[in-house]
């Protein structure tokens, strides 16, 4: 079936620094993939997409290419803030079979200090 | 804005309880989630519904019913609450942008 793997966290930065947070999938077809954010306390919120190879996703700063031939979905933002500290999630929706639901990653935990 | 209301954000409830967690939406939404989130497992789909009245088991149906009688409204039940239902349950609902999913804040259960 779908699966997720994301990087372990938790992932803990000084502000300014470089962020990446790994990810790669498997699944069948071809996915359409996502990174949620959950800040502290909250739901989650779709952070930035990709439905096809070579797609680039961004929003707030934060990227991620959809690369087929590796199988990934790495997210990387270039300076990270304070406000950035959330747990960030890595997401899948296969175009095949059940499409209605997303298959998820375990979480990684972003602290950033000042 | 899309807005998923989750009922009760924190519940405390003793083994062998019936529990229902509500969730609303206000964005004529078809199809609507049922997750909880535990730390270094993720999110695990319990329940979805694609439509009023239709509902389909996902990952982890074991413990759980839900229901659909209105399409702004998708409720999980735990007929008979046990200590390992004590997690974090997130709602959430799509409409017509299929890539995106919105979800609720999030209900906490702790059951004793």
């Known amino acids: 079936g779908d699966s997720v793997t994301q990087m372990e966290g938790p992932v803990t930065l000084s502000e300014e620094a470089f962020l990446t947070i790994n990810c790669t999938y498997t699944?069948?077809?071809?996915?359409?993939l996502f990174w949620y954010v959950q800040y502290p306390g909250e739901g989650l919120q779709l952070l930035l997409k990709?439905?096809?190879?070579?797609d680039k996703g961004s929003n707030k700063g934060f990227e991620a290419t959809y690369r087929k031939e590796t199988t990934s979905f790495h997210l990387e933002k270039g300076s990270v803030q304070v406000s950035d500290s959330a747990v960030y999630f890595c997401a899948l929706r296969n175009s095949g079979g059940s499409n209605y639901k997303l298959t998820f990653g375990k979480g990684t935990l972003l602290t950033v200090n000042p | 804005d899309v807005k998923v209301t989750q009922s009760s954000r924190y519940l405390v409830k003793r083994t062998g309880e019936k529990v229902f967690l509500e969730c609303v939406q206000d964005?004529?939404?078809?199809?609507m989630f049922w997750y909880r989130q535990d730390p270094g497992l993720g999110l695990r789909l319990i329940y979805f519904?694609?439509?009023?009245?239709?509902?389909e088991k996902g990952d982890i149906p074991e413990g759980y019913s839900v229901s659909r009688e209105k399409k702004e409204r998708f409720s999980l039940i735990l007929e008979s609450a046990s200590t390992n239902q004590t997690s974090m349950y997130l709602c959430?609902?799509?409409?017509?942008?299929?890539?995106?999913?919105?979800f609720g804040e999030g209900s906490w259960l702790t059951v004793v």
């Open positions: 964005m004529d939404h078809e199809n």
């Open positions: 699944a069948t077809g071809y996915p359409s």
């Open positions: 959430a609902s799509r409409g017509a942008v299929k890539h995106t999913i919105y």
């Open positions: 519904s694609y439509d009023v009245k239709m509902k």
């Open positions: 990709a439905t096809k190879a070579d």
